[in-house]
């Protein structure tokens, strides 16, 4: 396994992501395995889906076409905020903190939903491409990778691309002791994984620039508040992991060259569009 493809975190900013990787693939880019976090998790499972279901079916395994149903995805699927969860209502959010029983700003039912409609197990479990995606245990602050063999892979899926506060604990089947959060937590790109794993060979796709876009936010909205504070930690971990020396390692990393500006909460399938073709511009520029 020694090209590794890493998927860092960045929410709905993982369509740059996706655009990015329709380039490289385009371009014959083939990884051994995906690594991912947060979005890039949800990314990377979705393409080893892909490659698992070509070769169920008995055919070549596509990079292009993987790419291209990932994109089609991002374009179909994700069209506004409904697509990957609905807030509650005020009273809900009163009564859920007051009982103990706070489940985060946003009901994530449309994320689980969609998850379990485009991903089948027996696609990834075929897939030549190996995967693993990262989630934070919120008992101990530990990070958990596990793959496609792991009981209740989807679960720590969903985990891994839980904004903490924003999105509930994911209790994996069920157990307090397996509380997991958003992976980004702790390792917004996997790529130390993806090292002690064996690559050889790394390429590193980010959803954010080296400093954050300084754009004027409502600080007064709780779900954007959310939102900006995320944006800073996860900046600040991804810089610090990536200026780690790694001599040992072929390293390449893509990033946007301007802050990639979207509303979580607003955003619309325009917008979804914009960041796949940013994307895909900079992966055929870098």
């Known amino acids: 396994m020694s090209k590794i493809l890493v998927l860092a975190g960045g929410s709905v900013k993982g369509a740059f992501q996706a655009g990015v990787i329709k ?54 699927r994700i069209t506004h905020p409904q697509s990957l969860s609905k807030p ?48 934070v245990n919120v008992l101990d602050g530990a990070m958990h990778y596990v793959d496609p063999s792991f009981e209740n892979f989807q679960e720590y899926l969903l985990a891994s691309s839980a904004v903490p506060i924003l999105m509930p604990v994911v209790k994996i089947n069920g ?4 509380s ?33 876009e300084g754009g004027d936010f409502d600080s007064g909205d709780l779900l954007a508040l959310v939102d ?5 930690a996860v900046n600040e971990i991804l810089n610090a992991d990536l200026r780690m020396q790694r001599s040992e390692v072929k390293l390449r990393i893509i990033r946007p060259k301007q802050p990639l500006s979207i509303d979580i909460q607003h955003f619309t399938k325009m917008d979804i569009r914009r960041m796949l073709e940013m994307g895909y511009a900079q992966g055929m520029s870098d």
Not at 112 to 134: E, F, I, T, W, Y
């Open 228 to 232: 900006r504070v995320m944006d800073i």
């Open 88 to 135: 509650f209502n005020l009273f809900e959010l009163g009564w859920s903190a007051l009982t103990k029983k706070f489940k985060g700003l946003v009901d994530t039912s449309p994320l689980r939903d969609l998850l379990q409609d485009v991903l089948q197990s027996r696609n990834l479990s075929a897939s030549p491409v190996g995967l693993k995606v990262g989630a």
């Open 175 to 178: 157990e307090t002791r397996k």
């Open 180 to 212: 997991y959060l958003d992976g980004g937590l702790r390792d917004v790109a996997p790529l130390q994984k993806a090292i002690q794993d064996g690559a050889t060979e790394v390429v590193v796709i980010a959803c954010h620039t080296e400093m954050i």
């Open 23 to 76: 380039a490289l693939f385009e371009q014959g880019y083939q990884p051994d395995a995906i690594y991912g976090v947060s979005a890039g998790s949800l990314n990377a499972a979705y393409l080893v889906n892909q490659f698992g279901q070509q070769a169920n079916a008995h055919l070549p395994i596509s990079y292009p076409q993987a790419a291209q149903d990932l994109w089609d995805f991002w374009e179909l």
